[in-house]
Nanobody, 128 residues
């Protein structure tokens, strides 16, 4: 059974930092495309960052230079380090796994429908 469990969300002030975690079980994520998405209240789900098999990363323009994805293969965990947070980063953040390996272009940032497995989400609130 595939499980993705996010944690690390919370409330921070503008300019602050958070690190989100996604613990993956039941799935060999290192051979597949992984991603972080987010959904703000009243808006659709948008891609934040993609991690393709082989390690290529693709970031949304809105988070470039501020967010960093990383992984700990020994712990089967993905991380999203978020710095210089802005109020517009307020959203529910989701970890997602695809059944395909490569996602090296920003095309996949707008295709949440292509991702087969999702976590329950962790909420991030940034106050100005």
């Amino acid at each position: 059974q595939v499980q993705l469990v996010e944690s690390g969300g919370g409330s921070v002030q503008s300019g602050g930092s958070l690190r989100l975690s996604c613990a993956v079980s039941g799935y060999p994520y290192s051979g597949h495309c992984m991603a972080w998405f987010r959904q703000a209240p009243g808006k659709g789900r948008e891609g934040v960052v993609l991690l393709s098999s082989g390690g290529t990363t693709t970031y949304a323009d809105s988070v470039k230079g501020r967010f960093t994805i990383s992984q700990d293969s020994a712990e089967n965990t993905l991380y999203l380090e978020m710095n210089s947070l802005k109020s517009e980063d307020t959203a529910m953040y989701y970890c997602a796994a695809a059944q395909f390996s490569y996602c090296r272009t920003d095309y996949f940032l707008s295709r949440a429908d292509l991702f087969a497995y999702w976590g329950q989400g962790t909420r991030v609130t940034v106050s100005s």
